[in-house]
Structure formats: C-alpha cells, structure tokens
C-alpha cells in the first residue's frame, strides 16, 4: 500500500493495511455477528485474496470485499460457501460517504494480487486451540494433536455409547465435514478413510448440532482448526495426547446410563460387561 498502517473503518470492523497483508479486527458488541467477535483480530496476506469488489449495499453504504482463493483460509475452507452473508469476515461495510476513499483502497490491493487460482497450502491461520463446545450429543475438544467426543447420556444414540468415547489423533484423519447449526441436519464429521453414508446420529465419528447446541461461532472455528491440523500435519501431530482421568461422577452416570440401556434390551449382557469394565478402567 502507499502507506502502511493505512486504516479503513467501516460498521463493526477496520481493515489496517499493510505492505503485503491486511489486518481485520471484529468489534466485540451485541451488533456484531457471534462469529467475528469470535475471529476477533485476523491476518490475511495479500498472496490469500483472489479478487477485491466494491458494490453497493443497503441503506446508503457500499461493501468492500476482498474473495480468497480457493485453499487459502481453512475457515472458508470448512464453511464451504455455508456463512450467512453477515457474517463474512471478508466483508467491510461502510458508510456511502466513504466509497471514493474504499475505492482508492480496493485499487491499492488489485495493484498488489498476485493470483486467483487454488492455493497449494493454507495462508491464513487457523483459530488457535485448544477449542471446545458442546454439540447435541456430546462434548468436543481439540488440543492441537488430538479430536476428543464425550458423549452425553441426554443425546447421545445408544449407538454411539456402545461405540464409547471417542478419541482421533490428527495423523488419522483426512479432513472434516461441516454442515451449519442453521440448516438441517446440522453436525461435524471428521473423515478418514472410507467414505461413509451412515446418519450423523448414528456415526461416532460425527457430533450433532441443533436446538441451541454446536452455533456457529464456536463449531466453525473448530472445524477449521482441524482441518488446518490435518493438512498441515507434521511428526509433532502424530504423537498421541495423553488421556486425562475422569471424574468419578460421571463415569458412575456413565455406567447407571448403561445400565437402563441394558435393562431395555438396547444393550447385550457382553456389551454391558464390555462396556462397564471400559469404564471403571478409566478411574
């Protein structure tokens, strides 16, 4: 840019600009979209963008938006073209009053793209981790090496808590599948190996979204740091995490929850027994 540390101001969020990258920061606010207030404060490098557009927006403003390339952002990656429009942190909006001036910006950064096609790598960071949140029917967290499912005895199908908790180390994994809270069928799915059909509720490998559970602020930015780990996998991502010790209370709700299902006949006498002893392994 002619000058670095050049700042573009719009409605919840500034562009800094800088030789060869853009800095983003989200406002914190109630106005301001659960999902970049998460993001918060993100750096693009300019080798990131495809293309840069300034259109007319609604009620006397005009949006700038800088388009990343394919394979860029792990975000948009693991968004797959699912983001309300709001909610596109590649977005400015500003006042109609400032469009000669977003003008003059957007041409700086057309001056400076240096490619639109795929990119063989990511460019923009991941959300850094450790992440978690709570999806319908389990708990799931990230470390950086390792994806953990805790099931929840409220949601969980009697499928899943025969298969037990769930733990994948980055090396096993080939990517995610992210499908958003706000359509149907809502859920996280990581992949690897052989593709599968089997329904979300049904798939440990998969955690379901809905009434509330797995929003988007906190299952996307998850998505996309595993998705990250995965493609950006090294040695230091194949050395397996240590488990941590339960709480004995809910490895006791864990097995009384197993039981019912053994008295409804959703359990095998060899799976309760299997299963128990899992469990009491893990105190």
Known sequence: MSRMGDVLAGFHAAWEFDSDS????????????????????????????????LTQGRRGTVVLRAEPRPGADPLMEAAAGQL???????RLVLPAERETLAEYYADELRARLTGSGP??????????GPLSFKAYDGKASFDGRTVRFRWFWTGASSAKWKAGDQ???VSELTGVEWRSPELFEGHLRLLGGEPTTEPADQDPATVVFGLGYGPVHESLPFAAAVLAAVRNRGPAAMVPASVPRRDPSDIAERIRHLGELHRAGLVTDEEFSVKKAELLSEL
């Open 22 to 53: 853009v800095l983003i920061r989200h406002e914190r606010g109630l106005r301001t979209p659960k999902l970049l207030s998460a993001l918060g404060e993100r750096r693009i490098p300019v080798a990131a963008i495809a293309r840069v557009t």
């Open 84 to 90: 309300k429009e709001g909610c596109d942190p590649y």
């Open 119 to 128: 990119a063989d790598r990511f460019l923009v960071d991941a959300p850094e």
């Open 167 to 169: 733990s994948f180390a």
